[in-house]
T-cell receptor
Framework: DAGVIQSPRHEVTEMGQEVTLRCKPI?????LFWYRQTMMRGLELLIY????????DSGMPEDRFSAKMPNASFSTLKIQPSEPRDSAVYFC?????????????FGEGSRLTVL | GEDVEQSLFLSVREGDSSVINCTYT??????LYWYKQEPGAGLQLLTY?????DMKQDQRLTVLLNKKDKHLSLRIADTQTGDSAIYFC?????????FGPGTRLSVLP
């Protein structure tokens, strides 16, 4: 299996632009998570889905952030408009949900820089 | 809400043992985990322990769990330069996962 695939790996954009981050979870996994990592705040959970349904989006910073999971093999995280304080590494992770040890499998992350 | 404490930094000499500690608040988890993050990469599961166990050993790694004190530790024997990374304790909370702030381990030659 190729693991969790994220794109783009790096994005540099200007304040006010729309940013779309993409994630392909591991096939068969039914839970998907979006995290944000910064030096100041560490690893923060933004939102997670179970069977394509958003379960908890209380970590989404504000209305500028939105996430979708139209099917079991694809999710997007959108920031519109982007601001410099959104600069961070955004990770997508997937798991089998309640099955097994519940291990989370992380993608390699998307490093976002907003100028 | 959940609260987790970890020391932010740890430096050890190559060949010595490293001990990374974590205290947590939620006692209802089924599993507790240690994840490793190498520079420029995502987190990877290093090891885990079932909540009804006190200790788990896996080659150079030893995990100790004290449920009474809500304390989890990871011991790395014969620490190598390749062990330099950030280590996160974590546990499942319902369908969600809670991560600690991470401990940055530096291994000095």
């Amino acid at each position: 299996d190729a693991g969790v695939i994220q794109s783009p790996r790096h994005e540099v954009t200007e304040m006010g632009q729309e940013v779309t981050l993409r994630c392909k979870p591991i096939s068969g996994h039914n839970s998907l998570f979006w995290y944000r990592q910064t030096m100041m705040r560490g690893l923060e959970l933004l939102i997670y889905f179970n069977n394509n349904v958003p379960i908890d989006d209380s970590g989404m910073p504000e209305d500028r952030f939105s996430a979708k999971m139209p099917n079991a093999s694809f999710s997007t995280l959108k920031i519109q408009p982007s601001e410099p304080r959104d600069s961070a590494v955004y990770f997508c992770a997937s798991s089998l949900g309640g099955a097994g040890t519940g291990e989370l499998f992380f993608g390699e992350g998307s490093r976002l820089t907003v100028l | 809400g959940e609260d987790v404490e970890q020391s932010l930094f740890l430096s050890v000499r190559e060949g010595d043992s490293s001990v990374i500690n974590c205290t947590y608040t939620d006692s209802s988890s089924t599993y507790l985990y240690w994840y490793k993050q190498e520079p420029g990469a995502g987190l990877q599961l290093l090891t885990y322990i079932f909540s009804n166990m006190d200790m788990k050993q896996d080659q150079r790694l030893t995990v100790l769990l004290n449920k009474k004190d809500k304390h989890l530790s990871l011991r790395i024997a014969d620490t190598q330069t390749g062990d330099s990374a950030i280590y996160f304790c974590a546990w499942n909370y319902g369908q969600n996962f809670v991560f600690g702030p991470g401990t940055r381990l530096s291994v000095l030659p």
